[in-house]
């Protein structure tokens, strides 16, 4: 994933851990966030959660993926329950083409006027 992206000039920085990416978002503010729910120190849910409630990086694009399907299901809840806190998250189901990925990091720089 880190490759194709860097392939198309995006500038990627990668977290293993999840523990400190609340505090690197906040210090980094990417124009946008790829988040994996399954990290093993912290629940991706309790990020992403984080991440929206606070008004430093609210209005950070995120595309969240899982290939769990419990947690795909609990994240699609969490962001239909509250539209305008989790606006401009998007869920991608694992697996799923890299083209699709893609397609969406676009999509949602383009609407936060950070296009490539």
Request: net charge negative; no cysteine.
């Amino acid at each position: 994933m880190r490759r194709v992206l860097e392939d198309e000039q995006y500038q990627v920085s990668i977290l293993q851990e999840g523990r400190d990416a609340v505090a690197r978002v906040k210090s980094q503010l990417p124009d946008l966030l790829i988040l994996d729910l399954k990290l093993g120190d912290i629940s991706g849910q309790d990020i992403l959660k984080q991440l929206k409630s606070d008004s430093v990086t609210g209005d950070i694009p995120i595309i969240v993926y899982t290939a769990a399907v419990l947690e795909a299901d609990e994240v699609s809840r969490l962001i239909e329950s509250d539209t305008q806190l989790y606006n401009g998250v998007y869920l991608l189901r694992k697996p799923f083409e890299l083209q699709v990925l893609l397609d969406k990091v676009e999509e949602l720089l383009e609407k936060a006027g950070q296009g490539h």
